[in-house]
């Protein structure tokens, strides 16, 4: 032991010496102008939200989203938003279709088998971030390019029919087109998740002789559902407010009757409220619904928001309790 | 109880490692060559984008589409003398695909070829005879460069299409869409970088938890929302506090376009300032500096990188982005220096014109030629925000 310790720090002189320095006038101010930033943004997102729900909230009805729109959508007493939430909600469960299961083995392949330093790794994920800043209507010009024109035109070329009934606007080909738009946010969901499990329970697996493919798929995969889940629901959600990727691929300005099948048109939640907001015969008298249908879509999308941010929060407590 | 393999002699030849590769497991090699291949898809798709994109536009960029109101005609009565010398000529002319016209060759009389020469002859006669209209306007010359077009005084860049004459010049767009996004970056990236530093450095952290979800469920208001906002409210708002002339206009739309881009650049940035390790914070404090001066001078000098990834993705959410601009800005294509002036973006006129263009015409050439520059300007700014921040990983484990 050494024998002369340091004289026990006076705290109280300590503390007056510190405070006897000038008040730091440049930390207060910037501390505060960062903050007035923050507090911005926050007011910026609560007006947009209070506003659309103050003036949305007299104008939704239980009529007014179960009701159709057959007659005239313009009309305020009569129109309904019911065919554009099954539109909107059949081409995002479609997607899901698509989107989860590539993007679950795409993700396994990233954390479970790929070294993380390789080449092919690396190119992966540059494609992941590159595939999520291309723009919307970039998407949206190539679901026309592939999947209508190409994918459609061949297969009616193949089965002989004379007038197009794949190489057209249909609600398979819009969900195919946000499926890829929304892969990376599965991808990085599912990522993380996957990253969140103790290594000791692969290990645990693996020493019980369970092969590598069993691990992943009896211990790995249902300790990441949540996170999976999330994946899933943020990808829903992203895709479900999206107009520009389905313009030109599926979305119907009008359409009398609802979808039969999955290669017809559909009528779209956001896409009426760019049909309501740009095109209505009178703004002022259609107000009303506009306001109720943006704030359908706004539940619609906060909700499934709100449900992710949870259980990811919950995802995250579970994690760091267990590590 | 001794295992069944124990005994060296008696180990079957697959036991332990001595079979490889697929002969261990065939089915599991077999799935995990599958999971690979489908972790290829991301890659494959982005190819996939590029190429069906720009396949679509790629008469555009050889030059083979002609778009001159005033095209060459051809006789009718010619049409036999052609069928004999040079009917892929005849082809083209008649712009008929390969297969019909191998049929209407074979066809007694060539009825079908008539009276595609006589429509073709009459509309020949009633296309307009001036200069203009036998301007190739999708040539290169007159997508990005100023044309003197009759009844004009001086060379002006003009966006036409839907006119006698299809005017393609891509200029006022180009500007109109940097308008809207330098008005969008001035806007969001310093309120986004203020923001993520005081979420990340200055704040107490309990307040964090509820400030970063708080801020990124902006980004959960979709953009057609956004646009509804800026058409119905922001519009009114803003024209009634500065008191322009025009209601939509570009820096309306950027003002509505900056709401996109903050979640991005604030999540990016915060993310940057979060992964500057705690060490370097608590030099910075130990050695007297205050929060501020440790945030400003220690950690964002650290997590410089990361800011730069953060504009840049900004940047190209900015351009990229439609249905805010096709909403606000007023879809006029004007060239002028004011922010306050209507104006056209990129973005919009693709979702504005494509529907109403012609299948396979120059207009729905151009149009897909416009989003293979977005795509392409996009996977220039996604690249660069990535190798930035790669840098910034390399930096704070301190290999570089």
Sequence with gaps: MNTTLAPAPDIASRRASLKEGRFRWDSFFFTGLTGLCTALILAILFIILGNIVVNGWEGLSWRFVTGSADKDMFDVQKAGVLPMLIGTAARVILMTLFVIPIGVITAVYLIEYARGSSLTTRIIRGAVNNLAGVPSIVFGLFGLGFFINFLGGSLDAAFGSAEPRWGKPAILWASMTLAVMTLPVVIVATEEALKSIQPGLREASLALGATKLETIWKIVLPNALPGILTGAILAVSRAAGEVAPILFTGAAYYMSSLPKSPTDQFMDLGYHVFVLSTQSPNIEKTRPILYATVLVLLLLTLALNLVAIVVRARMRAAMRAAH | ?400
């Design chain 2, 1 to 400: 109880m001794p295992h069944r393999y124990a005994d060296s002699a008696t180990r079957p030849p697959g036991w332990l490692g001595r079979k490889r590769g697929y002969r261990a497991r065939p089915f599991e090699w077999l799935a995990e060559k599958a999971i690979f291949l489908v972790s290829l898809s991301a890659i494959v798709l982005v190819f996939l984008i590029f190429i069906f994109v720009a396949r679509e536009a790629l008469p555009v960029f050889l030059g083979q589409t002609n778009s001159a109101a005033a095209q060459e005609t051809l006789p009718a009565t010619d049409l036999q003398r052609l069928l004999k010398e040079n009917p892929e000529r005849l082809r083209r002319y008649l712009d008929v695909k390969p297969e019909p016209f191998a049929k209407m060759r074979v066809e007694t009389g060539h009825e079908t070829l008539k009276i595609l020469m006589e429509v073709k002859e009459e509309e020949g006669k009633e296309a307009p005879k001036d200069k203009d209209a036998r301007v190739n306007t999708t040539d290169w010359r007159y997508l990005v460069d100023a044309y003197q077009w009759s009844g004009y005084t001086k060379p002006e860049y003009i966006w036409q299409p839907i006119s006698q004459i299809h005017k393609y010049n891509i200029v006022p767009l180009l500007i109109g869409s940097l308008k809207a996004t330098a008005v969008a970056l001035l806007f969001a990236v310093p309120i986004s970088l203020g923001a993520a530093i005081f979420v990340s450095q200055l704040c107490p952290p309990t307040l964090k938890e509820w400030l970063k979800p708080g801020i990124e469920l902006l980004a959960a208001i979709p953009s057609v929302v956004l646009g509804f906002f800026a058409l119905i409210v922001l519009a009114t708002l803003l024209q009634k506090f500065f008191g322009y002339q025009s209601r939509l206009n570009a820096f309306v739309a950027g003002i509505a376009l900056g709401l996109a881009v903050i979640p991005v650049v604030f999540s990016i940035a915060e993310d940057a300032f979060t992964s500057v390790p705690r060490a370097y914070s608590q030099a910075a404090l130990a050695l007297g500096a205050t929060r501020w001066q440790t945030a400003w001078q220690v950690v964002v000098p650290a997590a410089l990188p990361g800011v730069f990834a953060a504009v840049v993705l900004g940047f190209g959410r900015a351009i990229g982005e439609t249905m805010v601009v096709l909403m606000a800005s007023g879809n006029a294509s004007i060239v002028s220096a004011s922010l306050f002036d209507s104006t056209r973006t990129v973005t919009a006129t693709i979702a504005a014109e494509l529907a109403e263009a012609v299948f396979g015409g120059h207009h729905y050439r151009i149009l897909f030629m416009l989003g293979t520059l977005l795509f392409i300007v996009t996977f220039c700014t996604n690249w660069l925000a990535d190798a930035a921040i790669h840098t910034l990983k390399r930096k704070l484990e301190g290999k570089s």
